[in-house]
Nanobody, 112 residues
């Protein structure tokens, strides 16, 4: 069973940047579609970005042009580069593997 560990969250000012990382265990990481989701207080978890095993990506409209998802199969790691952050991006960000395995989440707070 794959396990996921996220890192990189924290407090950032509006307009700033953060890069989240998600390290996965297991030898078949390269076969998984990987995703980043987020859940803000009082709201449902939503998809932010996803990347297939072949490298195809998709983004929610709210982050398109600001966030970039990427993966390094040699390191079993998926990244989420977040630029031009806004207060509405404040949430717990979760990594997902293969639409079935979740990480523990990392908190991103955008505030001045």
């Amino acid at each position: 069973q794959v396990q996921l560990v996220e890192s990189g969250g924290g407090l950032v000012q509006p307009g700033g940047s953060l890069r989240l990382s998600c390290a996965a265990s297991g030898s078949i990481f390269r076969l998984y579609t990987m995703g980043w989701y987020r859940q803000a207080p009082g709201k449902q978890r939503e998809l932010v970005a996803a990347i297939t095993s072949g490298g195809s990506t998709n983004y929610s409209d709210s982050v398109k042009g600001r966030f970039t998802i990427s993966r390094d199969n040699a390191k079993n790691t998926v990244y989420l580069q977040m630029n031009s952050l806004k207060p509405v991006d404040t949430a717990v960000y979760y990594c997902n593997a293969d639409f079935r395995v979740w990480g523990q989440g990392t908190l991103v707070t955008v505030s001045s």
